[in-house]
Nanobody
Framework: QVQLIESGGGLVQAGGSLRLSCAAS????????MGWFRQAPGKEREFVAATKWSSSNTYYTDSVKGRFTISRDNAKNTVYLQMNSLKPEDTAVYYC???????????????WGQGTQVTVSS
């Protein structure tokens, strides 16, 4: 089992920034990729970004490229999502996830955090 604990969500004005953190514990050696998904009210959960523990590879959905940055601190077993130039359409519950393979589909990930709310006001 892998436990994922997110933090860092909140309310911010459009154009502002937030940094989300995801601390992983447990059998973290069993997962290779860490990712962030988000789900807005009435919408399906969508891929945001992903990275691999052992490399600098990063993946982003088009709508956040140039604004969001995923990074990791292997010593702390923590993954971050730095979100800049936030827009009202970024409002959602953000979920941290981990799995053995990279995918933009949530079905491919094995473990999920409880989610953290991000609200961007206009």
């Amino acid at each position: 089992q892998v436990q994922l604990i997110e933090s860092g969500g909140g309310l911010v004005q459009a154009g502002g920034s937030l940094r989300l953190s995801c601390a992983a514990s447990g059998r973290t050696f069993s997962t290779f990729y860490m990712g962030w998904f988000r789900q807005a009210p009435g919408k399906e959960r969508e891929f945001v970004a992903a990275t691999k523990w052992s490399s600098s590879n990063t993946y982003y959905t088009d709508s956040v490229k140039g604004r969001f940055t995923i990074s990791r601190d292997n010593a702390k077993n923590t993954v971050y999502l730095q979100m800049n130039s936030l827009k009202p359409e970024d409002t959602a519950v953000y979920y941290c996830t981990s799995g053995r393979y990279y995918s933009s589909s949530d079905a491919e990930y094995d473990y999920w955090g409880q989610g953290t709310q991000v609200t961007v006001s206009s």
